[in-house]
Each structure stands twice: as C-alpha cells, then as structure tokens.
C-alpha cells in the first residue's frame, strides 16, 4: 500500500542510551565569563543537559504527538513520513505544511488545529483546511534518502504525488526556510494543481532572472549587500553544511550535547526572543525538537539538503515565473529577507504582510499571527 498508518516509535533502551551519553559528556574549557561570545554557552548547556537527562520525558512527548493522524508515504522506493488532519467543516481546503531546518513537523503542532478548526480559536468555520505536513527525506520518520539528488525540486514532485494519493487534486503550499523552496517549486512545476502558495521565508539561493540591462533598486541592491554581510558573520553552519556535511555529522551524531547546542544555537539567534530562549520556548519544546533529530539519527541527512541545494539552486532562468497567487508574511526577526521588488521579479505576489513580531520559526513562535494570514489569504482563493 501506498500509504499506511504510522505510529511514532518509543523505545526505552534508546532513552536509557541518551541519558548514559549525557552523563558521560566531556565538556570543554571555557574562559571564565565569556558567556555566548565565542558560541554555544558551556553554562547554559550544561544546565540544559541535566535537564534532558534528569527530566525530560520522551515517552509523554511521544504519547502526545501520537493523538495526531501520522502515516507513511511510499513512492519509488522512498518512505515519506506525514501528518493528515481533515477539518470537520464544510469545504475545507486542502494545504500542504512543509517545515525547514533545524526544525521538523514538530514546529507545525500549534499551527494545524488552528487551520483546521478556525472556529475554535476566534476565526471563522468557513476558513478550514484539510492539513498534510510531511517530514522532509531524511528528516524525523521519513526515509534518508539512498542516493544523491534528493533537492526542492525531488521533492515538490514527491509531495505532489503524496497530495494526489492522499485524494487532492488542487491544493495550497505553504513554507518556510526549505518549505519555502519546496513551496516555491511547486508552484513553478504543478501551477496547474496549486491554488496558491504562502511563504514566510524565501529560499536562500532564490535568484530572479535579470535581463543584462536590469537595473535594481536600491533596496535590492541593499538587500544584496546584507545578505551577503549576514552569510559573512553567520553563515558558518550552512557553508560547512553545503561542502563537507559528513565530517561534521559524526560528532553530533555520536554527541547529544553538541547535537542539543549545533541545533538550539539556531534557535536562539534566529527566533524573536533577544537571545532569551525561554522568553520564546520551553526546555521540552526544545529538546523534544532534539531528541527527535537523536532518535532518528537524522542529523547527518539533514545537512545533506543543503549540499544538494547548492547543486541545485533556486536561480530562474528566462521565463521561470511563481504565476500562481503569492502571499509573503514577512517576521521581523527573520533575516535576511528580500524587499518586495526583489520577490515580485520571481512571483505573482498578491499579499505581502509584515508582521509584528517573530522570527525564523514562525510556525512554532507565532502560530495565531501565522494562521490567521494564511486564513486571509486563501479566502479569497476558495
């Protein structure tokens, strides 16, 4: 079959092994006092470690995300891990939910009754949505991909072929970080079946066509200049995760420390909490995210959609064209952001909102302010 029921594993001896690996940490030096200045906080780490170690419960995570409908996805070999949650209204429409990286389908928890059952959260029944969020390849309970090539654009045919079986023949994308791009390559190669796309991100390699006599604005011409100083002071994780993510994965596939403090460090610096992190999150939102990266073992697959990104960037040639109605939720946090000429050179965006407050992790940080411009914006696409 095709598709078939799945049910998130909890295996004790897994656990018993984490928390024996936490113990037995060897922790690195330190200058007193210096805090976050040259990385992860070996205070805060330490501290969070006794934390997974000591209280964190896997089991009730687990239990808790189980009362959602989860199945596998089988298509050419390659298993596809999803979430279906139909709506009870009338006429709800179908959306595909893909998440990026270093999160998961985790992120998408707090989002999905909120599209689903509008009415229960302030909004109105006639905005519902059939909900379907998919684990990536090679992320959380989906299959690691066994050759190269798994890019955004295997796997917008992927989830194409996943909607069509789940019984959608029109359907709505919406993404951020590589939900983003898997989002955005929908709508350049299925524009007949997608409604229409929401992002709250671009993809980092997003490159419009520019005719040789194009002349930016200065915004572009700014927003080229930012990204680049950003990649300059911040992009170390992605340039090694596009070159050599082997080498790095051994030790924080082997590390649960250095796993914990590789992904949260994301966390920290890309979400709207002014380097607070339990301003924003709880420890077990966290490091629930984490230990599903442990558990599968997914670290090092992870980093490989980078690797095949760079191989396979969204750069538009002569005629590539996003037709299909656009709407941008811009989050202040998020960073670097393109304005809006540079977007509209690439797609048909019909909403661009900026948003109050929030930041890379959008679904997970601001689910109301995210749902409710989702609802807005497929309103007028029913």
């Known amino acids: 079959m095709p598709i078939e029921p799945f049910s998130p594993p909890f295996w004790q001896p897994a656990v018993d092994d984490l928390r024996e690996r936490l113990v037995h940490t060897r922790w690195i030096d330190e200058i007193p006092g210096s805090g976050w200045q040259y990385g992860f906080s070996l205070e805060f780490l330490k501290e969070l470690c006794r934390y997974w170690g000591d209280s964190f419960d896997w089991k009730a995570q687990v239990a808790k995300i189980s009362s959602l409908r989860h199945y596998r996805f089988t298509h050419h070999g390659?298993?596809?891990?999803?979430?279906?949650?139909?709506?009870?209204?009338?006429?709800?429409?179908?959306?595909?939910?893909?998440?990026?990286?270093?999160?998961?389908?985790?992120?998408?928890?707090?989002?999905?009754?909120?599209?689903?059952?509008?009415?229960?959260?302030?909004?109105?029944?006639?905005?519902?949505?059939?909900?379907?969020?998919?684990?990536?390849?090679?992320?959380?309970?989906?299959?690691?991909?066994?050759?190269?090539?798994?890019?955004?654009?295997?796997?917008?045919?992927?989830?194409?072929?996943?909607?069509?079986?789940?019984?959608?023949?029109?359907?709505?994308?919406?993404?951020?970080?590589?939900?983003?791009?898997?989002?955005?390559?929908?709508?350049?190669?299925?524009?007949?079946?997608?409604?229409g796309i929401h992002l709250n991100y671009l993809p980092g390699s997003y490159q419009p066509?520019?005719?040789?006599?194009?002349?930016?604005?200065?915004?572009?011409?700014?927003?080229?200049?930012?990204?680049?100083?950003?990649f300059e002071q911040n992009g170390a994780y992605a340039h090694i995760q596009r070159t050599h993510p082997q080498t790095a994965a051994y030790g924080l596939n082997d590390s649960p420390a250095a796993l914990a403090a590789w992904i949260l460090e994301k966390f920290r610096d890309w979400s709207d909490c002014n380097h607070d992190l339990w301003s924003r999150f709880t420890r077990d939102e966290l490091l629930a995210n984490v230990t599903l990266y442990w558990m599968t073992q997914t670290i090092h697959s992870?980093?490989?959609?980078?690797?095949?990104?760079?191989?396979?960037?969204?750069?538009?040639?002569?005629?590539?064209?996003?037709?299909?109605?656009?709407?941008?939720?811009?989050?202040?946090?998020?960073?670097?952001?393109p304005p809006?000429?540079?977007?509209?050179?690439?797609?048909?965006?019909?909403?661009?909102?900026?948003?109050?407050r929030g930041g890379h992790f959008a679904a997970a940080e601001e689910p109301q302010l995210l749902a409710e411009d989702i609802r807005s914006f497929f309103r007028g696409l029913r």
């Not at 572009?220 to 200049?225: A, D, G, T």
């Open 78 to 195: 390659m298993g596809i891990h999803f979430i279906h949650e139909p709506s009870r209204e009338k006429n709800p429409l179908p959306i595909v939910v893909t998440h990026g990286w270093p999160g998961s389908f985790l992120e998408m928890v707090g989002l999905i009754p909120l599209l689903t059952n509008p009415a229960a959260y302030g909004g109105d029944a006639c905005d519902s949505f059939d909900v379907v969020v998919p684990s990536l390849p090679g992320y959380g309970y989906s299959d690691c991909p066994s050759r190269a090539g798994m890019n955004m654009w295997r796997i917008a045919d992927l989830w194409a072929a996943l909607m069509r079986e789940v019984g959608y023949e029109r359907f709505a994308a919406q993404g951020g970080d590589f939900g983003a791009g898997v989002s955005t390559a929908l709508g350049l190669r299925y524009r007949d079946r997608i409604i």
């Open 209 to 230: 066509y520019l005719p040789s006599q194009a002349k930016l604005a200065t915004a572009e011409q700014e927003f080229l200049k930012e990204r680049t100083r950003w």
């Open 302 to 337: 992870s980093f490989r959609l980078y690797w095949e990104g760079a191989r396979a960037p969204m750069q538009f040639e002569r005629g590539d064209f996003v037709s299909v109605p656009c709407a941008i939720a811009r989050f202040p946090k998020e960073a670097p952001f």
């Open 340 to 356: 809006r000429e540079y977007v509209e050179r690439g797609y048909d965006v019909k909403r661009w909102t900026e948003m109050p």
